[in-house]
């Protein structure tokens, strides 16, 4: 058995190839929100975040050989739980890293902090629409706050990220709810609709929907804030799903 942690669109054909290899997969997402993870028969979902233990528990019952991470590229905390879990079991953990979106030689600002992704945004001088998820409000919205501008979050409809924004003082009219990736045209209607000034995203690369965002604050005229992604942890990383199967054989069939 296979533990990937999914959660992202390369969940179903990573866990097909897998299935394919002739592994069972068992898909692990942090929630129960609707998701196409393959229809091969030897894969099954379970949903619910797993700290450390969690996972090596759950690794020890369902007798796992490999973890693949699968995990959004900015997902840190499982990056790390992923690896420290698979030391623990002393399994191998694989993960698939999506390619980025962002050119390196690209004229559009690239943050490391909220902080400063916040400074800036709010500093444009109008409404600031966040793509980056449902964590790390707060700094956008105190200097939102500081400023007198309006922040618009564009989120998951999960209960966890609603929750999260009421919590951040996002008023309720402001959470746009959705799953993406959303289409150049969707993204270009919304920062009209708005009247946003800055759009704040992450490098989440061809299959986070990144170009299309890009395209849309261009022609809108609207600026971008970048978030830079998190460096990569140790082990083994791939951003090729065939290259990926293929190490894992390697791996499994020699005993690694």
Same mark, same amino acid.
């Given at each position: 058995?296979?533990?990937?942690?999914?959660?992202?669109?390369?969940?179903?054909?990573?866990?097909?190839?897998?299935?394919?290899?002739?592994?069972q997969v068992l898909v692990s997402t942090a929630t129960d929100i609707a998701l196409d993870t393959g229809r091969h028969p030897h894969i099954r979902r379970r949903a619910g975040r797993l700290d450390l233990e969690r996972m090596a528990a759950l690794a020890r019952q369902e007798s796992i050989r490999a973890i693949?991470?699968?995990?959004?590229?900015?997902?840190?905390?499982?990056?790390?739980?992923?690896?420290?879990?698979?030391?623990?079991?002393?399994?191998?953990?694989?993960?698939?890293?999506?390619?980025?979106?962002?050119?390196?030689?690209? #004229?559009?600002?690239?943050? %490391?902090?909220?902080? @400063? =992704? /916040? !400074? *800036?945004?709010?500093?444009?001088?109008?409404?600031?629409?966040?793509?980056?998820?449902?964590?790390?409000?707060?700094?956008?919205?105190?200097?939102?706050?500081?400023?007198?501008?309006?922040?618009?979050?564009?989120?998951?409809?999960?209960?966890?990220?609603?929750?999260?924004?009421?919590?951040?003082?996002?008023?309720?009219?402001?959470?746009?709810?959705?799953?993406?990736?959303?289409?150049?045209?969707?993204?270009?209607?919304?920062?009209?609709?708005?009247?946003?000034?800055?759009?704040?995203?992450?490098?989440?690369? #061809?299959?986070?929907?990144? %170009?299309?965002?890009? @395209? =849309? /604050? !261009? *022609?809108?005229?609207?600026?971008?804030?970048?978030?830079?992604?998190?460096?990569?942890?140790?082990?083994?990383?791939?951003?090729?799903?065939?290259?990926?199967?293929?190490?894992?054989?390697?791996?499994?069939?020699?005993?690694?």
């Open positions: 058995m296979i533990l990937l942690l999914g959660g992202t669109s390369e969940t179903a054909p990573l866990a097909t190839a897998l299935a394919e290899a002739g592994w693949v991470d699968a995990t959004h590229p900015y997902a840190a905390a499982a990056h790390s739980t992923a690896l420290e879990a698979a030391r623990k079991l002393r399994i191998p953990c694989l993960r698939y890293d999506r390619p980025a979106g962002l050119a390196a030689d690209a #004229a559009v600002p690239c943050v %490391a902090t909220h902080e @400063e =992704a /916040a !400074r *800036l945004a709010c500093a444009a001088g109008g409404p600031v629409l966040l793509t980056t998820g449902s964590k790390n409000l707060a700094p956008y919205t105190s200097e939102a706050r500081r400023r007198g501008v309006a922040v618009f979050v564009r989120v998951l409809p999960a209960a966890e990220s609603l929750a999260a924004c009421r919590a951040a003082g996002v008023p309720k009219d402001n959470i746009i709810a959705g799953r993406g990736p959303f289409s150049l045209a969707e993204n270009r209607a919304l920062l009209k609709k708005l009247g946003i000034k800055a759009l704040v995203t992450k490098d989440s690369g #061809a299959a986070g929907g990144l %170009a299309e965002k890009l @395209e =849309a /604050a !261009r *022609l809108e005229n609207c600026q971008v804030i970048v978030l830079r992604r998190p460096p990569v942890s140790a082990g083994q990383t791939f951003s090729s799903i065939p290259a990926l199967v293929q190490a894992l054989s390697a791996r499994l069939d020699s005993g690694g």
